[in-house]
């Protein structure tokens, strides 16, 4: 969870990307436990595992990694759609391609950012246990992160024009604009524009039409 800054109706970086240029597949284990774990999620419901502040990743959570252009990491199972949804947004509104500036992260590099982001907060003059509070309202605490699942992606662009463009599309390729700002205090997380989620086409069609957030359409279904 990272927030990108625009300035002048520019990115702070935007890269040329191109969508055929795929790399070999990598094998990880449990990303909270390291190398190894055991057998991934259920096929029928890996897309719509939960994690957010109050649920951690899966113990026996494992996944197949394939690279994105640009060098970031996916589950290799939202690779094509992935890239169907930015060739779209590309074609439907700029020149270039939207980035994708994060992918899967290790328990190491979650551990990082949170830890960087406590000190940002430090240094901005709030105690110990402030600045926690303050940072998990925009970087998980290592191991409660989406970003572990290798399910989601921050996406940067042209403009911010993009995000529109994301929030009214992104359910056709199966992503979801993961954390609305009208639903903090069920997501447990700050709106992030930039971050989205893949869920499948069936859930983030009925996520979308709906106005839920994730953890609303996974109680619904439950009942």
């Given at each position: ?95 270039l391609m939207p980035k994708v500036v994060s992918g899967y992260r290790t ?80 997501t447990g997380t700050a709106e992030e524009v930039w971050h989205y989620r ?26």
């Amino acid at each position: 969870m990272i927030c990108f800054l625009f300035g002048g109706g520019q990115p702070t970086e935007h890269v040329v990307i191109n969508p055929t240029d795929r790399q070999p597949d990598t094998a990880v284990g449990n990303p909270a436990a390291g190398e190894g774990g055991d057998a991934p999620a259920a096929d029928s419901d890996w897309n719509l595992t939960l994690v957010n502040q109050w649920n951690p990743l899966p113990e026996n959570y494992a996944l197949t990694l394939t690279e994105v252009p640009g060098g970031e990491k996916v589950d290799e199972r939202i690779y094509e759609p992935l890239m169907e949804m930015l060739e779209a947004a590309k074609e439907g509104n700029w020149d270039l391609m939207p980035k994708v500036v994060s992918g899967y992260r290790t328990q190491e590099e979650q551990q990082a950012l949170y830890d960087e982001k406590i000190a940002e907060y430090e240094g901005q003059g709030y105690s110990k246990k402030e600045a926690e509070q303050q940072a998990k309202q925009w970087v998980a605490v290592p191991g409660y992160s989406e970003h572990q699942l290798g399910v989601a992606v921050d996406i940067n662009g042209a403009t911010y024009d993009l995000y529109f463009w994301l929030q009214e599309n992104s359910y056709k390729y199966g992503f979801i604009f993961r954390y609305p700002g009208g639903k903090t205090e069920l997501t447990g997380t700050a709106e992030e524009v930039w971050h989205y989620r893949y869920v499948g086409k069936e859930a983030a069609a009925e996520i979308y039409q709906q106005g839920l957030c994730l953890e609303e359409y996974l109680d619904q279904v439950e009942l």
